[in-house]
């Protein structure tokens, strides 16, 4: 689903990580784990191509990002769930409208009212995001993914986020088990009490 062929990142003289080769299949949770400053946000920004690399290849669902046109790439984003530090969320609308807006835009409105069952965002609706708490409006971001029924998921330090972190690992097990979600987070150390979890500590590619 997702691979990196030799791929270099530098920022002017600064190397993030060199010659990286690796590979994530369908289905997978992989964890992306390293210190302050060791290409772990960088690394998701170039799976969905908001960062280009310095050299070297990014493939997602198969397809190189670097020989595809910007309306193929846009297509190949509506598969791919993203949560980075902002949750890419609207503050000054409801919770009702924002997901209403977002469904209605991509066209999947069928899987809406089942996001917010599993989210427990009923009595959260009619409230304004700039009045959620952290964890709330993390599990806002987290609906819109499950409503998209995306079958990619890039997670940007969730459990700085939420509050309840079993919940959080519960929540990514369902995710993947039941959704059949692929899902790659980053984390400064190691989650545990998940299965299967495969984990690529960029520290060892960076500096």
Known sequence: MIEFVDVSKFYND??????????????????????FACGKTTLLKLICRMEKP??????????????IK??????????????????GLIENLSVKAYLHLVTKLLKRKQYLEEAIDFF?????????IFNLSLSEKYRLALARILALRVPL?????????????QELISILKKLNNDYKMTIVFTSFSPIEYIDNLDIFNTCNVGE
């Open 153 to 165: 998921v890039l997670l940007d330090e969730p459990f700085s986020y939420y509050k309840n972190k």
């Open 14 to 35: 600064k190397r993030v990580f060199e010659g990286l080769n690796f590979y994530i299949r369908e289905g997978q949770i992989v964890q992306i784990s390293g210190g």
């Open 120 to 128: 427990g965002l009923k009595n959260l609706l009619n409230t304004k």
């Open 70 to 87: 910007y309306s193929r790439l846009m297509h190949l984003r509506r598969h791919i769930g993203v949560v980075f530090d902002d949750f």
């Open 54 to 67: 310095t050299s070297g290849d990014v493939k997602i669902f198969g397809e190189p990002l670097s020989r």
